[in-house]
């Protein structure tokens, strides 16, 4: 089954707490079917079950909207900002 524009708009908007220019993601959305959109994190200690939960709803909702979904991890930054004491075997 097929979304229109307005459902697929309203499940992404409904992720961000932010959006700058709704304008824009609406033209995204209207001109592409598939768009890659991405969850990025610093890790600076255990991933409370909390957050994971959140994070596999949010991906759900975006796949459910048509997008592809990269989740980038920056344990590089953590290790430059010392989270974890710096080590990247802990991060």
């Known amino acids: 089954m097929r979304m229109s524009v307005e459902e697929r708009?309203?499940?992404?908007?409904?992720?961000?707490?932010?959006?700058?220019?709704?304008?824009?993601?609406?033209?995204?959305?209207t001109k592409k079917p598939h768009p890659i959109c991405y969850d990025g994190f610093e890790p600076s200690g255990r991933m409370h079950i909390a957050q994971g939960i959140m994070k596999t709803i949010n991906v759900n909702k975006l796949t459910s909207a048509g997008c592809k979904v990269k989740i980038w991890i920056a344990d590089w930054f953590a290790q430059l900002n010392d989270k974890m004491g710096g080590d990247i075997d802990k991060i």
Do not use: A, K, T
């Open 9 to 29: 708009f309203r499940i992404v908007r409904s992720i961000g707490e932010e959006c700058i220019q709704e304008d824009e993601l609406w033209n995204l959305l």
